[in-house]
């Protein structure tokens, strides 16, 4: 079993920046793959992001490739979400997710998610 709490959401204005953390805990299970996904009011949940165990493996959504950086830190266990140049269109909610295999965008292949943490960015 493996425990997910995401934090650093929050307001933000159009073209600010935020960083969401996402901190992994589990006695027995060390997740390859931590990803991120998102989902607006009325919407599907979305990918948009994710990175494999040694952090030379990431994966953007096309809508924020570009403004987005995806990290990791394995001895604390926390996966990061830089997102500069956020848009009106970034609000969602946004949950960290985990996996045993290899990168995937899928959401049925991720086995973990977190609560979520809110991210508005206002116009």
């Known amino acids: 079993q493996v425990q997910l709490v995401e934090s650093g959401g929050g307001l933000v204005q159009a073209g600010g920046s935020l960083r969401l953390s996402c901190a992994a805990s589990?006695?027995?299970?060390?997740?390859?793959?931590m990803g991120w996904f998102r989902q607006a009011p009325g919407k599907e949940r979305e990918f948009v992001s994710a990175i494999n165990w040694s952090g030379g493996m990431t994966y953007y959504a096309d809508s924020v490739k570009g403004r987005c950086t995806i990290s990791r830190d394995n001895a604390k266990n926390t996966v990061y979400l830089q997102m500069n140049s956020l848009k009106p269109e970034d609000t969602a909610v946004y949950y960290c997710?985990?996996?045993?295999?290899?990168?995937?965008?899928?959401?049925?292949?991720?086995?973990?998610w977190g609560q979520g943490t809110q991210v508005t960015v206002s116009s």
């Open positions: 589990s006695r027995t299970f060390s997740p390859s793959t």
């Open positions: 997710a985990a996996r045993g295999g290899r990168p995937v965008r899928r959401i049925n292949e991720f086995d973990y």
